[in-house]
T-cell receptor
Framework: GNSVTQMEGPVTLSEEAFLTINCTYT??????LFWYVQYPGEGLQLLLK?????DKGSNKGFEATYRKETTSFHLEKGSVQVSDSAVYFC???????????FGTGTKLQVIP | EPEVTQTPSHQVTQMGQEVILRCVPI?????FYWYRQILGQKVEFLVS????????KSEIFDDQFSVERPDGSNFTLKIRSTKLEDSAMYFC??????????FGPGTRLTVL
């Protein structure tokens, strides 16, 4: 079936460090790919998305590129802030109104 | 910006009791979903709903669960006889026909 695998957390970084959170997906069909973020005590917010190969999603300094050849959608940010501390979920859907399948989530803690 | 809302934010119930979780999707959306997240675990799909009927459901969504759109704005999840293992955060989501689902803030259900 469809699945998403992302790196285990927690990830602890100092402020202004470079962030990478790895994510790979099953290549069934032509999925849309997403990163959702969950801040402490809050719900899921869409951070960015990409709908086809080589698309780059970006938002709030975060980026992820849809790589079909490696079935990956790694999340990156050049300089993290304390306010980026949250749980990040990689996700996929088969497009349209189909259900979203989530990875296990990666907790990021940024320390001053 | 339109958003999905959910009530209550926290529900505490006794095992065996019925609970109804309520959601107000974004007003012009036509596709609705429920997901759940057991503490510390991944977000799991429960059910999708379109045109007043269930489109897809997971193996979690057994006969104890039901969904309803009782009027033009609300979308509800009913658990008929709650079990301890139903304790989780329940997220409602809606989709306007694109590939993006918008999530509500969640209802934390605690079954004692």
């Amino acid at each position: 079936g469809n699945s998403v695998t992302q790196m285990e957390g927690p990830v602890t970084l100092s402020e202004e460090a470079f962030l990478t959170i790895n994510c790979t997906y099953t290549a069934t069909g032509y999925p849309s790919l997403f990163w959702y973020v969950q801040y402490p005590g809050e719900g899921l917010q869409l951070l960015l998305k990409a709908t086809k190969a080589d698309d780059k999603g970006s938002n709030k300094g975060f980026e992820a590129t849809y790589r079909k050849e490696t079935t990956s959608f790694h999340l990156e940010k050049g300089s993290v802030q304390v306010s980026d501390s949250a749980v990040y979920f990689c996700a996929r859907s088969s497009g349209g109104y189909q259900k979203v399948t989530f990875g296990t989530g990666t907790k990021l803690q940024v320390i001053p | 910006e339109p958003e999905v809302t959910q009530t209550p934010s926290h529900q505490v119930t006794q095992m065996g009791q019925e609970v109804i979780l309520r959601c107000v999707p974004i007003s012009n959306h036509l596709y609705f979903y429920w997901y759940r997240q057991i503490l510390g675990q991944k977000v799991e799909f429960l059910v999708s709903f379109y045109n007043n009927e269930i489109s897809e459901k997971s193996e979690i969504f057994d006969d104890q669960f039901s969904v309803e759109r009782p009027d033009g704005s609300n979308f509800t999840l009913k658990i008929r006889s709650t079990k301890l293992e139903d304790s989780a955060m329940y997220f409602c989501a809606s989709n306007g026909g694109t590939d993006t689902q918008y999530f509500g803030p969640g209802t934390r259900l605690t079954v004692l």
